[in-house]
């Protein structure tokens, strides 16, 4: 048996004043700007004799807020610096063809013929 916490709520906001490295094989030099990430949570995954087995953080929580795309932790720093990390999670979302072709669609969960009995098929 586990039991998990969310702990903070965090909204990262920096500026790039000097060379950023880390463990980049490249340096980015200042830019001088602000970067705003969006809201993000944390949460910690506890084992039954009560140890810390997880600790997750940059849930991004309203990726509209902020200036990094909607991206959260080292991926929205990387964005907002101009160098995306070479991954599909470097880089802002979108949603998929698939999913644009069901939010089109909302139009057949509505009452198409009004008095056919459709209307109450989702009370409760």
């Not at 830019?31 to 810390?52: H, M, R, Y």
């Given at each position: 048996?586990?039991?998990?916490?969310?702990?903070?709520?965090?909204?990262?906001?920096?500026?790039?004043?000097?060379?950023?490295r880390g463990k980049l094989?490249?340096?980015?030099?200042?830019?001088?700007?602000?970067?705003?990430?969006?809201?993000?949570?944390?949460?910690?995954?506890?084992?039954?004799?009560?140890?810390?087995?997880?600790?997750?953080?940059?849930?991004?929580?309203?990726?509209?807020?902020?200036?990094?795309?909607?991206?959260?932790?080292?991926?929205?720093?990387?964005?907002?610096?101009?160098?995306?990390?070479?991954?599909?999670?470097?880089?802002?979302?979108?949603?998929?063809?698939?999913?644009?072709?069901?939010?089109?669609?909302?139009?057949?969960?509505?009452?198409?013929?009004?008095?056919?009995?459709?209307?109450?098929?989702?009370t409760t």
């Amino acid at each position: 048996m586990s039991l998990s916490v969310s702990v903070s709520v965090a909204r990262p906001r920096c500026s790039h004043l000097g060379t950023f490295r880390g463990k980049l094989p490249f340096g980015i030099k200042p830019t001088g700007k602000v970067i705003e990430e969006p809201p993000q949570t944390a949460s910690l995954t506890f084992n039954a004799a009560g140890q810390v087995e997880g600790y997750t953080m940059g849930y991004v929580m309203d990726r509209m807020v902020g200036n990094t795309n909607g991206l959260g932790g080292v991926f929205g720093l990387m964005w907002a610096l101009g160098a995306p990390l070479p991954a599909p999670e470097g880089h802002p979302w979108s949603p998929s063809l698939q999913l644009r072709l069901v939010n089109s669609g909302v139009w057949l969960l509505q009452d198409p013929l009004p008095g056919l009995g459709t209307q109450n098929a989702f009370t409760t």
